[in-house]
């Protein structure tokens, strides 16, 4: 069998020389066959449900940890249902009552043991 070349294999790998070699840069696809769906990546929006439980077992001051417990969990509905708006302003809202939560219990347990090592009636 003979191996039959045609001009078109030239153009397009680029092999040939003379006015088809600029051809060969120009790839264009007329018809696609296959479509791909492609989802926001909401893998990258931080839901802080660790951080939550823990502020709600342990550091439940005023019920803020209760409050970021929620919020948390509304990130992970929001993130099954691809809300990615949705789901990065409620992590940012369960980030703050978090931070909030942290802050006011350690200045709390401070008060405790600064309370506790000079107590009132030394005054």
């Known amino acids: 069998m003979e191996a039959k070349s045609f001009k078109a294999d030239s ?3 680029g092999t040939g020389s003379g006015p088809g070699k600029h051809l060969a840069e120009k790839k264009t696809m007329t018809n696609p066959t296959t479509v791909i769906e492609i989802y926001p990546d909401t893998t990258e929006v931080n839901d802080y449900y660790l951080w939550s439980i823990f502020n709600f077992v342990y550091l439940n001051f005023c019920c803020l940890g209760f409050i970021a417990l929620a919020y948390s969990l509304k990130v992970r509905d929001k993130k099954l249902l691809n809300d990615l708006n949705g789901a990065v302003e409620d992590a940012k809202t369960a980030r703050l009552f978090n931070i909030t939560s942290s802050a006011l219990a ?4 401070v008060l405790i043991f600064i309370f506790l090592r000079y107590p009132l009636n030394d005054y």
């Open 11 to 13: 153009v397009r790998t």
């Open 106 to 109: 350690a200045f709390c347990l």
